[in-house]
């Protein structure tokens, strides 16, 4: 066995940068190879530093890096609409750079801390289930973010887009959602938050149970059927009771509300929701508002009803969208 090269190799696996290939030549190495080579590797590595790992720490390693070694090409594939991506992060160490490499830092021995990240591309939606047992659905273009100390140390995820979330309770590890100048917490309870980074508002809403919301220093807590809105721009707030609360998160049930929203406004959802370019021919149908209830969002649906309530023209290439005043008053 060539140790300086499988050396090579354990080392960017702990960082995350081997290839399938590499990966699976790790997998399929008999188990006492791998072992005389962890520990050439760990010699190698500590020989010279006035510190040394324990050998209960170095047991424990071995053993950490043989499983994930083992689930690499499986659980770190996980997908839930686009993908789950693993990324490595490495702890700093004043000990050795070798303690940095495996995840050290100068008095405490950590592991690699990975982040997954949930996608749901323009056009799609997707739900995951977290390691706690809460359901999180992800409308059309978004994402959230998590640690794999998710559920041991934290309940934290960070939030760009939309997403409602179904709580697992937990009283001891209150459950976070970290979104662009709003944090949203919870115990066990189901809510959505809409936060694009596009978007002018950051929007919780509540369906079940009690969350607390804070920005800015300033906290509020939410009943049922509430929802808050904040302006990113002034910073300012409003908490509104919903009169229909079972309009409140229309997305879920793929319907679409519109409340005096402007065509300009509504072509931003609907790139989201389609994955399509939308242009207008004429700036002024941009300005057309437009307030109901589509039970059915398929794209073509939602288009004729467009057209069919002002004199607005549409028409489909590829994947644009292009809308246009309607002239001829069809």
């Not at 072992?35 to 500590?46: A, I, M, N, V």
């Not at 509300?257 to 959802?269: H, K, P, Q, Y």
């Amino acid at each position: 066995m060539d140790i300086n090269k499988y050396s090579d190799l354990i080392e960017r696996f702990f960082l995350g940068t081997t290839s399938p290939e590499e990966n699976r030549i790790l997998r399929e190495m008999p188990e006492q190879e791998m072992e005389t080579l962890f520990d050439e590797y760990s010699r190698g590595k500590w020989e010279h530093n006035t510190c040394e790992i324990p050998d209960e720490t170095r047991t424990r390693l071995k053993s950490e890096l043989f499983a994930k070694i083992h689930t690499t090409d499986n659980t770190m594939r996980r997908t839930a609409c686009k993908a789950v991506r693993p990324v490595w992060y490495i702890a700093a160490a004043a000990c050795v750079c070798a303690a940095a490499v495996l995840g050290y830092t100068a008095a405490v021995y950590t592991t690699p801390v990975q982040t997954f990240e949930v996608v749901a591309d323009k056009g799609q939606k997707s739900s995951v289930t977290l390691p706690d047992g809460t359901e999180v659905t992800l409308n059309s273009a978004s994402c959230i973010t998590y640690c794999s100390d998710y559920n041991r140390k934290n309940r934290t995820v960070s939030l760009d887009g939309e997403a409602y979330f179904e709580v697992a309770r937990n009283e001891k590890l209150p459950f976070t959602v970290r979104a662009s100048g709003m944090d949203v917490t919870a115990l066990g309870t189901e809510f959505n938050v809409k936060a694009y980074e596009e978007d002018p508002e950051i929007t919780a809403t509540l369906i079940k149970g009690s969350i607390r919301t804070d920005m800015a220093g300033k906290s509020e807590i939410l009943t049922p059927n509430q929802y808050i809105v904040l302006d990113k721009a002034s910073g300012r707030t409003e908490t509104v009771t919903a009169e229909n609360p079972e309009y409140l998160v229309p997305w879920k049930d793929n319907e679409l509300l519109f409340s005096g929203e402007t065509l300009r406004e509504i072509a931003v959802v609907l790139e989201r929701m389609y994955n399509m370019e939308v242009i207008f021919k004429d700036d002024s149908v941009g300005d057309f508002s437009y307030t109901g209830l589509i039970r059915n969002s398929s794209l073509l649906n939602v288009l004729e009803l467009i057209s069919g309530t002002s004199p607005v023209r549409y028409v489909i290439s590829g994947n644009v969208i292009a809308f246009s005043e309607d002239r001829d008053g069809r």
